[in-house]
């Protein structure tokens, strides 16, 4: 595998950063070409990383975010105030050619 940049929403889905932090350091440790920006609240993402190996973390940046879209939200409001969301920071990631793809568990609508 060539170099691999991607950018995670890290704070959403069901569970957040709980689920989405855990399983980014895991795909960095199996796939060692990998390099992930984790979107979010760094006050909220950089203890879940305190135990992390130091060569994974080499290969991430926490990228901040100051909202998330919540799950509920209707896709027009969601679009219409995702300015600074984590999903749609993750998206300005690709946009700005930072990373080859995001990953988001958030809003579907959105």
């Given at each position: 595998m060539t170099r691999l940049t991607l950018a995670i929403d890290a704070m959403g889905g069901d569970f957040g950063p709980c689920?989405?932090?855990?399983?980014?350091?895991?795909?960095?440790?199996?796939h060692s070409q990998l390099f992930l920006l984790l979107v979010g609240n760094p006050d909220i993402l950089t203890p879940l990383l305190a135990k992390a190996d130091s060569s994974l973390l080499g290969r991430l940046q926490v990228i901040p975010a100051e909202s998330v879209i919540a799950s509920d939200a209707r896709p027009a409001q969601a679009i219409r105030n995702s300015r600074g969301s984590?999903?749609?920071?993750?998206?300005?990631?690709?946009k700005e050619g930072r990373a080859q793809a995001c990953v988001s568990a958030g809003n579907t609508g959105a």
């Open positions: 689920v989405t932090v855990p399983a980014a350091l895991q795909a960095l440790a199996s984590s999903m749609r920071v993750a998206l300005e990631m690709v």
